[in-house]
Structure formats: structure tokens, C-alpha cells
């Protein structure tokens, strides 16, 4: 029987809306079900800070992958500046996530990002995200990098669909 599998760790439930080359808005909703939650506090239960810094990240990459047309395979985290927490993420608590595009190279993509729960900014960073492909570092590798590329296709998509 074949079932179809969703990514352990996404860390965003849908995408709001999408304007490649611009700006992301995406959401998540801390459901209270999530592993990290046992251990990260058993009597004060909150979403870890570096889980909401990497929601920020893959709303970030989301929208790199749409302007780039997924031309690149692999987008690595290079720097976090200005992070900063202002507030907890409980179980039951929506973050919405805001990403925009500040300044894009062939190497790297700048990006301002930022989460809120209703009015309040929970986190914010700027972050500075490199891009590559595996077929660049390894032409051997290319149909394996082509197999990413096309399951970010898929996986955005059910991100946009809400599936």
C-alpha cells in the first residue's frame, strides 16, 4: 500500500500568497502534537526560538525558489543577522510569516523576514541565504538534483493548495 509522505520538519502549514521576486506570506500553526514539545518545556510548553528562525528560513527559501524558477537545488542558511525573539509560541498560536527580497546576487539572495502572532513581531532576522545546485559541485549528480528540483515542485505546491 503506498502513502504518501509530508515532510517531518516543514515548519510552515500553507502559503498565504506569493509574489516571486518580491515578498511571502506564509503561516503556521503550533498544534501542541509536535515532538519538540515533550522536552522544550514539559510545564511550559513553547515552539524552540531556532524552529521559528527556520520557519523564516523556509518561507525565505519558498520564495527563492519562485523567482528562480527552481534553477537552483540546494539553499543553505550562510548568515542570521539582527535576530531577534519578542515573544512565545504556544501550542494553539498562529505565526505568520512576512518575507521579502532586499538584495539578490548570482550567489546569494538577501532577505527581511519576520514573524508575528496577531499584532506582536515574535521574530524578526535578516538572513542571507546561498544558492547552488548539486549537478554545479558534481555534474554525476544531475539527475539526483533534478529529482529535488521537481519535488519542490510538488512540495510548494501542496503548500500553496493547502493539501
Known amino acids: 500500500m503506498a502513502t504518501e509522505t ?23 500553526t503550533v498544534q501542541g ?23 523564516l528560513f523556509q518561507a525565505s527559501c519558498w520564495l527563492i525558489r519562485s523567482t528562480d524558477q527552481f534553477r537552483h537545488s540546494l539553499l543553505t542558511l550562510k ?28 550567489g546569494t539572495v538577501t532577505i527581511k523576514a519576520s514573524g508575528t502572532k496577531g499584532d506582536v513581531v515574535a521574530v524578526s532576522a535578516r538572513l542571507i541565504i546561498s544558492r547552488s545546485s548539486l549537478a554545479d559541485k558534481d555534474p554525476g549528480l544531475a539527475a539526483l538534483d533534478e529529482f529535488m528540483k521537481e519535488s519542490m515542485r510538488k512540495e510548494l505546491h501542496k503548500l500553496v493548495k493547502n493539501d
Do not use: C, T, W
Open 79 to 106: 548568515e542570521a543577522r539582527n535576530v531577534k525573539f519578542a515573544d512565545f509560541m504556544e501550542p494553539g498560536q498562529s505565526l505568520e510569516i512576512q518575507a521579502e527580497i532586499l538584495k539578490s546576487d548570482e
Open 33 to 55: 502534537s509536535e515532538d519538540y514539545l515533550r522536552d522544550h518545556f514539559p510545564l511550559f510548553k513553547v515552539m524552540p526560538g531556532v524552529l521559528m528562525l527556520e520557519a
Open 6 to 28: 509530508q515532510m517531518r520538519f516543514r515548519q510552515l502549514d500553507r502559503i498565504l500568497d506569493i509574489k516571486p521576486g518580491e515578498s511571502i506570506r506564509a503561516s503556521l
